[in-house]
């Protein structure tokens, strides 16, 4: 009889978050390893795993519920969940801690082992995943300039054939679905993990953040409809647009460095202060008040901080939760919840400390491998994106020059002669052109936006950051809708003065 149906809860089952279970998984490992090297009971390792809040969670509830509801042995517990689990690597865990449990084997020794097996599994999937990013940046710039192609052999069509509005129209669906396709694709080969928490309690950065999306959001929208309603170009709403919501993505890329940072600190922190601990064998806010902070210098403000609170007497748990909740890094939440607890059940704190750091430094690594990729995809897309909306500019402007230039000749005779020497295949007709310009404007707002999320997607992090990306692009967008149309006409002024 299955009796996992009954204890699933709903929204418990085996493919919810599946991107993020190898990213949770490490991180349940290795809590329940640091916990259980404090000597604990093995119901309260299960226990404590089951209520973390993480996509591995349910596994383990389903574990307790039945260890505890039905009077399952945990071994036996591990082996009826691990069998019934349809994701192949949670399968393989439970099943080799159904046989450990079963053996007798400590708890301790089985679970360290298996969380440093854990981090080389998630090491190994996110440079897989680094590699296939990496490919589809490339392919994702040729798509971007092959739209971009075929909008400018479009408009250019146009002038020497009559395709007619719903052919144009179809292009620029197509254009719109392939643009969303790619940043779609570049968002499921990205590795999948969780950057900034979402506590209430966060960082200044994205406090401020936040209130300015709260008031610039909407004001960039009304500025925008109202420029518009009262006639002014649209390069120039463009730019107004992307100055108004700038300041939001920037607050964020600042927030974003400072936790990339206090990432790749929060490891050496941990097993430093886990080494004093132990090495004078006192509580841990003693150890805190001696630890050098030279080499932390990011998180020298928020360990400051902590040591004012705990010296005051405030309560200890509460006083590491607000310290891991104001850095607004998941990875330093998950650590600091690990060590502090692991520390308080009686776990020696130099090796707490050397199972935390395994897991943050790891994940800190890898992100910093994550960011030559993105950073390098960010400037090249951003370049990109502003050479194609000057071509794509550029060439509308000098086949709307063209014609204005055709326009004063003798249309009748050129038409007539074209069409009898061409068998009326060509006709130039060139009323059609400016009818066009609201489309080039819209292929350029397209661009702008898709142009935003791609390296968003690639770097991963908070959403905000979103608009530092849209406001480079509009504000370019913008500055280029305004300044290449008068280049073009001066170019084929002095050509018509020749």
Wanted: net charge neutral.
């Amino acid at each position: 009889m299955n009796f996992l149906g009954f204890f699933q809860k709903r929204g418990e089952k085996d493919s919810s978050n599946e991107d993020l279970l190898p990213f949770d998984l490490f991180y349940q490992l290795t809590y329940m390893s640091a916990i259980s090297s404090a000597g604990i009971q093995r119901s309260q390792i299960f226990e404590r795993a089951a209520q973390l809040p993480c996509s591995s969670a349910p596994y383990f509830r389903q574990i307790e519920a039945l260890a505890k509801s039905l009077n399952y042995d945990y071994s036996e517990a591990c082996r009826v969940v691990g069998e019934s689990a349809k994701n192949r690597e949670v399968q393989s865990l439970l099943l080799r801690l159904s046989g450990s449990l079963s053996s007798g084997e400590r708890e301790d020794d089985f679970l360290a082992r298996e969380a440093k097996v854990q981090a080389d599994i998630y090491t190994n999937q996110y440079e897989r995943d680094l590699e296939s990013l990496k490919n589809w940046t490339d392919a994702y710039i040729a798509l971007i300039i092959s739209v971009t192609l075929i909008v400018m052999v479009a408009t250019i069509s146009t002038m020497i054939y009559p395709v007619g509005t719903t052919f144009i129209m179809g292009l620029i669906a197509l254009m719109v679905a392939v643009s969303g396709l790619g940043c779609w694709l570049l968002f499921r080969v990205s590795p999948h993990e969780i950057k900034p928490h979402s506590l209430p309690h966060t960082s200044r950065e994205r406090y401020l953040a936040r209130k300015l999306a709260m008031l610039l959001l909407p004001l960039a929208a009304v500025s925008s409809l109202l420029l518009f309603s009262q006639g002014m170009e649209m390069e120039k709403i463009l730019i107004v647009a992307g100055v108004i919501v700038f300041p939001i993505g920037l607050i964020m890329v600042s927030d974003d460095g400072k936790v990339d940072r206090r990432d790749g600190e929060v490891g050496t922190f941990l097993r430093a202060l886990g080494g004093i601990g132990s090495a004078i064998g006192t509580t841990l806010t003693e150890a805190l008040s001696r630890l050098d902070l030279r080499s932390i210098r990011s998180l020298m403000p928020s360990i400051q901080t902590l040591r004012i609170r705990l010296g005051l007497g405030l309560d200890p748990g509460l006083c590491w939760r607000r310290f891991a909740a104001e850095t607004g890094s998941e990875v330093i939440r998950r650590s600091v919840d690990i060590f502090w607890e692991a520390a308080s059940l009686g776990g020696e704190p130099e090796e707490v400390g050397s199972r935390t750091s395994l897991f943050a430094t790891a994940v800190s690594q890898l992100r910093a491998r994550r960011r030559l990729t993105s950073s390098t995809f960010r400037w090249l897309s951003l370049g990109i994106h502003a050479a194609a909306v000057t071509l794509l500019v550029f060439i509308m402007r000098i086949v709307s020059s063209f014609g204005r230039m055709v326009s004063e000749l003798d249309i009748g005779s050129i038409q007539t002669s074209s069409v009898s020497a061409l068998g009326g295949v060509f006709n130039f007709d060139f009323t059609s052109i400016q009818a066009l310009q609201p489309v080039v404007i819209f292929v350029v707002l397209v661009l702008s936006v898709v142009d935003a999320v791609a390296p968003q997607v690639t770097e991963g992090g908070h959403g905000l950051k979103f608009f530092y990306y849209l406001g480079l692009t509009l504000f370019t967008s913008g500055l280029i809708l305004l300044g290449v149309p008068p280049v073009v006409d001066m170019i084929f002024g002095n050509l018509a003065s020749i």
